[in-house]
């Protein structure tokens, strides 16, 4: 399976907002509510940041939302803060059988 | 709280196995599958597999068949991933992660080990 398409990178100034997609198929992100959303700084292991497309858990800042259009995810980080510099994965779940990620985008917060 | 301690780093000669292990607690340890998902240096991350805690089935990707075994030790709460054949681009850190869901696979994972370095080097 391919992995999912993200942008590379992407930058903005603190208390922006930014946006990044994530791209699948009708097979994937396309198919079920099963997407989710990592944060991941350097050396640690990912977080959990958005579930189930849009939902966050517990204790994760509302300045993280999600969305999904067809084939196509979305995280949006708002209101940018200098902790928030870091890789961000999206997933999805193909025929309930395997799991995808993305190809992860570095966020850089100038 | 739910934690995952994981073994520590491993070196390991081409064409040899690894067995990293993933000790859980803070919670019931057969209402949550585990995931295991790897990330090679500077690279992305890779689902390998998962297995239920409850019964030992587990489902893997097919791009590790035949290569990948994962276990567990209802009496320990540890789950165990061995791979074989080692090749140098299996060098990577390997991560388990609980599902989500109870007594279901979500595929979403809101707890990880701290990750094991296994470096693949003749």
């Known amino acids: 399976q391919s992995a999912l398409t993200q942008t590379a990178s992407v930058s903005g100034s603190p208390g922006q907002s930014i946006t990044i997609s994530c791209t699948g198929t009708s097979s994937d992100v396309g198919d079920y509510n099963y997407v989710s959303w990592y944060q991941q700084h350097p050396g640690k292991a990912p977080q959990l940041i958005i579930y189930d497309v849009s939902n966050r858990p517990s204790g994760v800042s509302d300045r993280f939302s999600g969305s999904k259009s067809g084939n196509t995810a979305s995280l949006t980080v708002s209101g940018l803060q200098p902790e928030d510099e870091a890789d961000y994965y999206c997933?999805?779940?193909?025929?309930?059988?395997?799991?995808?990620f993305g190809g992860g985008t570095k966020l850089t917060v100038l | 709280q739910v934690q995952l301690v994981q073994s520590g780093a491993e070196v390991k000669k081409p064409g040899a196995s690894v067995t990293v292990s993933c000790k859980a607690s803070?919670?019931?340890?057969?209402?949550?599958?585990i995931h295991w998902v790897r990330q090679a240096p500077g690279q992305g991350l890779e689902w390998m597999g998962v297995i239920n805690p409850s019964g030992g089935s587990t489902r893997y990707t097919h791009r590790f068949q035949g290569r990948i075994t994962m276990t567990r030790d209802t009496s320990t709460s540890t789950v165990y991933m061995e791979l074989s054949s080692l090749r140098s681009d299996d060098t990577a850190v390997y991560f388990c992660?609980?599902?989500?869901?109870?007594?279901?696979?979500?595929?979403?994972?809101?707890?990880w080990g701290q990750g094991a370095l296994v470096t693949v080097s003749s």
């Open positions: 992660a609980r599902d989500i869901c109870s007594n279901g696979l979500c595929y979403m994972f809101d707890s």
């Open positions: 997933s999805a779940v193909i025929s309930t059988t395997t799991l995808v």
């Open positions: 803070g919670y019931t340890f057969s209402s949550h599958f």
